[in-house]
């Protein structure tokens, strides 16, 4: 079984029902699992912000969101977050295809992928790092229930090591 169907259920058994996300090669497979998934509501947005939105917008209708992004997109999302989502009390999961780290091939990623947690802790977003398909369940069923516990975004970062990463073309 592949990292992609272990995510896939560690979110649904984390009680998430709304999906909204922005396409990526490193997440396909799984964005593939979820939109099959008759079960969640999943949402494409062009733009991250968008997604912060959509999954706001949920969570006012009582759906427990995540938002799948690479990391080259999370600066798209910053505002966002922190004058809606972390100023409202808004929870929701960040599922965070790391970019600009190990094994990074782009100069112009490894800025923004080196200070993604460190702006994330700024915001008053707690990040963690799921490196092996063992650690999938406990770190996305404790993220979850960190974030609608207290009412705070939380964010896993999906590491190459994972996923496979990115590969230049």
């Not at 929701?92 to 994330?120: D, K, T």
């Not at 009412?151 to 896993?156: D, L």
Request: glycine share 12%; charged share 15%; net charge negative.
């Amino acid at each position: 079984m592949e990292w992609e169907t272990h995510f896939a259920r560690a979110l649904k058994a984390a009680s998430i029902q709304m999906v909204s996300y922005v396409p990526d090669e490193v997440t396909a497979d799984l964005l593939t699992l979820l939109e099959q998934d008759e079960a969640l509501t999943v949402v494409p947005v062009t733009r991250e912000e968008e997604g912060v939105a959509v999954l706001a917008g949920g969570y006012l209708g009582g759906k427990r969101g995540a938002l799948i992004l690479q990391g080259s997109g999370l600066g798209n999302s910053l505002n966002a977050l922190g004058s809606l989502a972390v100023a409202a009390q808004i929870p929701m999961l960040l599922v965070i295809s790391e970019r600009g780290r190990l094994g990074e091939f782009n100069p112009a990623q490894i800025p923004l992928g080196r200070a993604a947690p460190a702006i994330l802790e700024a915001l008053g977003i707690q990040s963690f790092t799921i490196a092996a398909q063992e650690d999938i369940e406990a770190i996305v069923g404790g993220s979850v229930n960190l974030a609608f516990s207290g009412g705070v975004p939380t964010a896993v970062f999906l590491t190459p090591r994972l996923t496979g990463g990115k590969h230049p073309r």
